[in-house]
């Protein structure tokens, strides 16, 4: 049996968000005035603060927690406001050409296929939905979820467990120091792609972009030479 944990933002998805911008604070500050009057300043320095005072607490925070504290609303209520901040920061978002392809095609081979991801469910649970490729995956471990983060192991360890994943198991990614070498020291075997999001990072084994045959074939052993 064969297994694949995915990373997605930067290895299967092409993402651009922006929460820096003057103007997203003054659109988000408008959303939330319903809940809480905050100008777009206070709004920012409120939020950015409770951010920082819950990592004190739990390596990954949950943004629920955020803006359930922040706005004085339910959990039903911030996972809509979570959703709203997400689609106004975000500039772009695709999956990288081929990505269906690679999923269906593991997928028709019986590989079983995982998302590992650093990230908030709130957004990303949405967004694999959005994107049409929610389907091809048999567990999904969000590191908000969990509370911790990769590169740390505990992360893997514990989704490896809910995941029951047997067999030869890969791990796909784009960040070498979160992807690669945590997977290489729980003996997993790997395939790393320099993206565009890509940290700075040598690595003399990689793929450059997105090559879906490439790695299709490389997982499934077949030997048919370069592909891409």
Not at 168 to 181: F, L, T, V
Request: glycine fraction near 6%; aromatic fraction near 10%.
């Amino acid at each position: 049996m064969k297994a694949v944990l995915f990373d997605l933002y930067g290895t299967l998805i092409d993402i651009h968000t922006d929460e820096e911008s003057t103007k997203f604070w003054e659109m988000i500050s408008k959303k939330t005035k319903k809940y809480q009057r905050y100008n777009s300043a206070e709004l920012r320095k409120e939020y950015l603060s409770l951010c920082k005072r819950k990592q004190k607490d739990r390596e990954e925070i949950d943004i629920l927690e955020v803006f359930e504290e922040l706005l004085c609303i339910s959990k039903e209520q911030a996972i809509k406001m979570a959703w709203e901040f997400r689609k106004a920061s975000t500039k772009y978002i695709h999956l990288y050409k081929g990505v269906k392809k690679l999923l269906k095609g593991l997928k028709d081979k019986g590989v079983s296929l995982y998302v590992l991801s650093n990230a908030q469910e709130a957004f990303t649970l949405p967004e694999l939905k959005k994107l049409g490729i929610n389907e091809y995956f048999d567990g999904i471990a969000i590191s908000s979820a969990y509370g911790v983060k990769k590169p740390n192991l505990e992360f893997f360890k514990e989704a490896l467990k809910s995941f029951n994943a047997e067999g030869e198991i890969w791990m796909i990614g784009n960040d070498a120091e979160c992807d690669i070498h945590p997977a290489k020291e729980l003996g997993l075997r790997t395939i790393f792609i320099e993206s565009n999001l890509t940290p700075s990072h040598e690595e003399e084994d990689k793929l450059i972009g997105f090559q879906w045959k490439q790695i299709f074939n490389t997982i499934l052993d077949i030997n048919l030479g370069n592909q891409n």
